[in-house]
């Protein structure tokens, strides 16, 4: 079976999931969450490898197509690093793509900022129950941080 890994980074917790990569549908087939350890992100970015490792060893028929990753920014998605987060100051320049790369080769690792790729998410999977149009407002609010709204997505 085709799969794809997705991992989210926040403040507080990072989660890491698999859904089945077949039609417009996607199906979780797992997902676990695990507290942030801000101070270390050398030490996550390493669980993140071990838990995508594990999953596939422990399902034999899972063939790994794509890991994307989402975190509030700012970010370089090109390079994969995540740059000066106000929610995880020890995580600036932390390098997400080198460590997954050397372990699993070839597939496509993708970097998003998490309210860019929640508001793909709703576009693609119509997840909206308005049917209105998803409008995000960016504001800078610093150099190292960025304040965004959506009338159409309820604040957490």
């Known amino acids: 079976m085709d799969v794809i890994a997705g991992i989210d980074i926040g403040g ?3 989660a890491v999931s698999f859904l089945e990569a077949q039609g ?7 997902k676990e969450k695990v507290p942030t350890d801000e101070p270390h992100p050398e030490k996550m970015v390493q669980y993140f490898v071990e838990k995508i490792s594990g999953e596939l060893e422990a399902h034999k028929d899972w063939s790994l197509k794509a890991i994307g990753i989402s975190c509030g920014g700012p970010l370089d998605e090109q390079r994969g690093l995540i740059l000066c987060p106000p929610n995880l100051p020890h995580w600036d320049h932390t390098d997400l793509f ?3 790369k050397e372990r699993f080769g070839e597939v496509p690792v993708m970097l998003q900022n998490d309210a860019n790729a929640c508001a793909l998410a709703e ?4 997840c909206s129950t308005t049917h209105r149009p998803i409008t995000l407002r960016w504001a800078r609010v610093s150099p190292c941080a960025t304040a965004r709204t959506s009338p159409s997505l309820r604040p957490v």
């Open 12 to 14: 507080t917790k990072c």
């Open 24 to 30: 417009e549908n996607p199906v979780f087939l797992s």
């Open 98 to 100: 080198t460590p997954l």
């Open 123 to 126: 576009w693609q999977f119509r």
